[in-house]
């Protein structure tokens, strides 16, 4: 049971990136999942998220409005659209479950988490 998280790299300011998150062994079209980030000397947070139960998703507020998370269910896999970025979005990025069906996803109570993806917006 694996989620790789995927799609990072370094961008200007204003520039736009995909993220993908991919499972292995369970199907995502059962649970939830969310995007989380962590930043050197920053909280971690969830950026994003995508209910399997009943289609909401969650966003930060942050990230409101730039960011756009999807679902592909058929390929096992959750993307995460990020718009406008910013330097404030320099993080390391990945994804993971409670293994429930609705937004947020539980941080404590998370039992599948991927390995990240670092995201640098710089000029």
């Known amino acids: 049971v694996q989620l790789q998280a995927s799609g990072g790299g370094l961008v200007q300011p204003g520039a736009s990136l995909t993220l993908t998150c991919s499972a292995s062994g369970f199907s995502m079209r059962s649970h939830v999942i969310g995007w989380f980030r962590q930043a050197p000397g920053n909280q971690r947070e969830e950026v994003a998220c995508?209910?399997?139960?009943?289609?909401?998703?969650y966003y930060g507020n942050s990230v409101e409005g730039r960011f756009t998370i999807s679902r592909d269910d058929a390929g096992n896999t959750v993307y995460l659209q990020m718009n406008s970025l910013g330097p404030e979005d320099t993080a390391v990025y990945f994804c993971?479950?409670?293994?429930?069906?609705?937004?947020?996803?539980?941080?404590?109570?998370?039992?599948?988490r991927g390995q990240g993806t670092l995201v640098t917006v710089s000029s």
């Open positions: 995508s209910s399997s139960k009943d289609g909401s998703t």
């Open positions: 993971a479950t409670d293994l429930g069906g609705l937004c947020p996803v539980v941080e404590r109570y998370i039992q599948v």
